[in-house]
Antibody
Framework: EVQLLDSGGGLVQPGGSLRLSCAASGFTFSRDAMSWVRQAPGKGLEWVSGITGSGGNTYYADSVKGRFTISRDNSKNTLYLQMNSLRAEDTAVYYC?????????????WGQGTLVTVSS | DIQMTQSPSSVSASVGDRVTITCRASQGFSSGLAWYQQKPGKAPKLLIYAASSLQGGVPSRFSGSGSGTDFTLTINSLQPEDFATYYCQQANSFPLTFGGGTTVEIK
């Protein structure tokens, strides 16, 4: 059974940093591209960042480019999102999501989400 | 970036109704579109991918169609468990983008 377990969220001050983790199990992690998607309170979904299975290619939304870094450790079956220079508008539930094995990036499995609150 | 505009933003419907949700892209593409269902406090669930392919385990009352700039999600014979928020997502190019969401409410 595919499982994704998000963790690392919490309260952080503006300008601070946080690292999110997503522990994967039940599938060949190194084969599959992964993404982070966030949802601000009461708002819609926003794709944040993606990474290929090998980690060789990464992609970012303009809103986080230069501040966030996606990475993965395939030996630990874990996806990461390093978030620096955090702003109030980064407050959201962050989900990791697996991209299904297909030509286009669709998300067939999601973590339960971890809440990041940026506030002084 | 490709902008995705969903309509309506909300719809009131009764059990047994047919509901249609539309997603319009700012640039045309062939079929790189998905639909997700989200219930309060839960992660989204993939319903449709490649515009019209039903994800495994999803009831056949859900269907998707469209290409170019206009895509549609149809729910036939709405069931109580279908009251939720629905999002489209373009998977044609990075950055990936979602529509603003459509909430299906009980009339």
């Amino acid at each position: 059974e595919v499982q994704l377990l998000d963790s690392g969220g919490g309260l952080v001050q503006p300008g601070g940093s946080l690292r999110l983790s997503c522990a994967a199990s039940g599938f060949t992690f190194s084969r599959d591209a992964m993404s982070w998607v966030r949802q601000a309170p009461g708002k819609g979904l926003e794709w944040v960042s993606g990474i290929t299975g090998s980690g060789g290619n990464t992609y970012y939304a303009d809103s986080v480019k230069g501040r966030f870094t996606i990475s993965r450790d395939n030996s630990k079956n874990t996806l990461y999102l390093q978030m620096n220079s955090l702003r109030a508008e980064d407050t959201a539930v962050y989900y990791c999501a697996r991209q299904m094995v297909y030509a286009n990036p669709y998300f067939d499995y999601w973590g339960q989400g971890t809440l990041v609150t940026v506030s002084s | 970036d490709i902008q995705m505009t969903q309509s309506p933003s909300s719809v009131s419907a009764s059990v047994g109704d047919r509901v249609t949700i539309t997603c319009r892209a700012s640039q045309g593409f062939s079929s790189g579109l998905a639909w997700y269902q989200q219930k309060p406090g839960k992660a989204p669930k993939l319903l449709i991918y490649a515009a019209s392919s039903l994800q495994g385990g999803v009831p056949s009352r859900f269907s998707g169609s469209g290409s170019g700039t206009d895509f549609t999600l149809t729910i036939n014979s709405l069931q109580p468990e279908d009251f939720a928020t629905y999002y489209c997502q373009q998977a044609n190019s990075f950055p990936l983008t979602f529509g603003g969401g459509t909430t299906v409410e009980i009339k």
